[in-house]
């Protein structure tokens, strides 16, 4: 893994403190577009580019967010190679950069700014017109797509209601570090202890969410909202991937009802499957971390059915 220092690349090793715990970098780009332009990046049709991995979770949750609005007229998208190496995210033959034809996702970074300084990742929200990265953080990447496009989305759908803003956030804050990033915490932990702090509090978590769906139907009550879709990208890939391949495997997700239940409703949502590449997801994983999988061999399971009943209905109220 590596990162661009000063616009050039370095090929080091991730980032983990003394203790062994992985941690995770801070994104650097965090402007916003805006419905009336005061941000100086104005919501227009056709001027921004989404650069996602069909593999990233973070991605993912950006690329359902511009499904489910309706945004594809609006909102062009591309995905990189399922691989990544030391070389960081690729293009590749099948997976091409339309806009520049980059061979590396590194150097969209450097066309926005050719002195960057930090980790390359998934989703970019790229402006057409002004050449630059406007966001890399994927949390304000669907917050903007979820509410600052409303004119040209084909849907009325709306992810941050009036009324559970509040709730929509927190919610938010508090699946990120024991559940979205607690899977990465678990798999690139360097030492026991940093493993099994972070699949304890993983594991906590999930337990804790089980029995809230228990008694509704998702994350904030009787509606979707955007906590459901960042819970969603992380949850799709658990008994895939990260069951196996970063060690979290105390329980699948397939084996706590209202959680699996809860992940098939999602799933089922009209637009969804469409988004989730299972052997994308699979290949990235397996083939691209060498220390964590080192024959590269990618597991043929498990099999599960995404499309069978799920019974969540009933708790709509």
Same mark, same amino acid.
């Given at each position: 893994?590596?990162? +661009?220092?000063?616009?050039?690349?370095?090929?080091?090793?991730?980032?983990?403190?003394?203790?062994?715990?992985?941690?995770?970098? *801070? =994104?650097?780009?965090?402007?916003? %577009?805006?419905?009336?332009?005061?941000?100086?990046?104005?919501?227009?049709?056709?001027?921004?580019?989404?650069?996602?991995?069909?593999?990233?979770?973070?991605?993912?949750? =950006?690329?359902?967010?511009?499904? +489910?609005?309706?945004?594809?007229?609006?909102?062009?998208?591309?995905?990189?190679?399922?691989?990544?190496?030391? /070389?960081?995210?690729?293009?590749?033959?099948?997976?091409?950069?339309?806009?520049?034809?980059?061979?590396?996702?590194?150097?969209?970074?450097?066309?926005?700014?050719?002195?960057?300084?930090?980790?390359?990742?998934?989703? $970019?929200?790229?402006?057409?017109?002004?050449?630059? $990265?406007?966001?890399?953080?994927?949390?304000?990447?669907?917050?903007?797509?979820?509410?600052?496009?409303?004119?040209?989305?084909?849907?009325?759908?709306?992810?941050?209601?009036?009324?559970?803003?509040?709730?929509?956030?927190?919610?938010?804050?508090?699946?990120?570090?024991? $559940?979205?990033?607690?899977?990465?915490?678990?798999?690139?932990?360097?030492?026991?202890?940093?493993?099994?702090?972070?699949?304890?509090?993983?594991?906590?978590?999930? /337990?804790?969410?089980?029995?809230?769906?228990?008694?509704?139907?998702?994350?904030?009550?009787?509606?979707?909202?955007?906590?459901?879709?960042?819970?969603?990208?992380?949850?799709?890939?658990?008994?895939?991937?990260?069951?196996?391949?970063?060690?979290?495997?105390?329980?699948?997700?397939?084996?706590?009802?209202?959680?699996?239940?809860?992940?098939? *409703?999602?799933?089922?949502?009209?637009?969804?499957?469409?988004?989730? /590449?299972? *052997?994308?997801?699979?290949?990235?994983?397996?083939?691209?971390?060498?220390?964590?999988?080192?024959?590269? $061999? %990618?597991?043929?399971?498990?099999?599960?059915?995404? *499309?069978?009943?799920? /019974?969540?209905?009933?708790?709509?109220?």
């Amino acid at each position: 893994m590596g990162m +661009l220092v000063e616009g050039e690349w370095k090929t080091e090793n991730m980032l983990r403190d003394e203790d062994g715990r992985f941690v995770r970098s *801070d =994104t650097s780009f965090r402007d916003r %577009v805006t419905a009336d332009g005061s941000s100086g990046f104005p919501a227009e049709a056709g001027r921004y580019h989404l650069y996602v991995s069909w593999a990233c979770p973070w991605a993912h949750r =950006t690329a359902i967010m511009r499904r +489910l609005k309706g945004l594809e007229d609006t909102i062009s998208l591309s995905s990189v190679a399922a691989f990544m190496g030391e /070389d960081g995210w690729t293009f590749s033959e099948e997976f091409k950069d339309p806009l520049h034809g980059a061979g590396h996702l590194r150097e969209v970074y450097t066309r926005a700014d050719p002195g960057y300084t930090g980790r390359v990742t998934t989703p $970019i929200l790229w402006d057409k017109e002004r050449e630059t $990265i406007v966001n890399n953080e994927s949390r304000e990447v669907i917050r903007i797509l979820d509410t600052e496009f409303e004119e040209y989305a084909a849907t009325e759908a709306d992810f941050f209601p009036e009324g559970l803003r509040e709730e929509i956030d927190d919610t938010i804050s508090a699946i990120y570090n024991p $559940i979205n990033n607690g899977v990465y915490r678990s798999g690139f932990a360097s030492t026991q202890s940093a493993y099994d702090e972070a699949v304890t509090e993983l594991f906590d978590a999930l /337990d804790y969410w089980e029995s809230v769906l228990s008694e509704q139907r998702y994350l904030c009550g009787g509606v979707v909202t955007e906590a459901d879709w960042c819970m969603f990208t992380t949850l799709a890939r658990f008994d895939p991937v990260y069951h196996y391949h970063f060690k979290c495997n105390l329980r699948r997700i397939s084996d706590y009802p209202n959680l699996w239940g809860y992940l098939r *409703d999602l799933y089922q949502t009209p637009g969804v499957a469409e988004t989730v /590449d299972f *052997d994308h997801i699979k290949r990235h994983y397996y083939t691209s971390h060498g220390s964590v999988n080192p024959t590269r $061999i %990618v597991p043929k399971g498990p099999i599960l059915n995404f *499309d069978e009943p799920h /019974d969540r209905a009933r708790l709509s109220g």
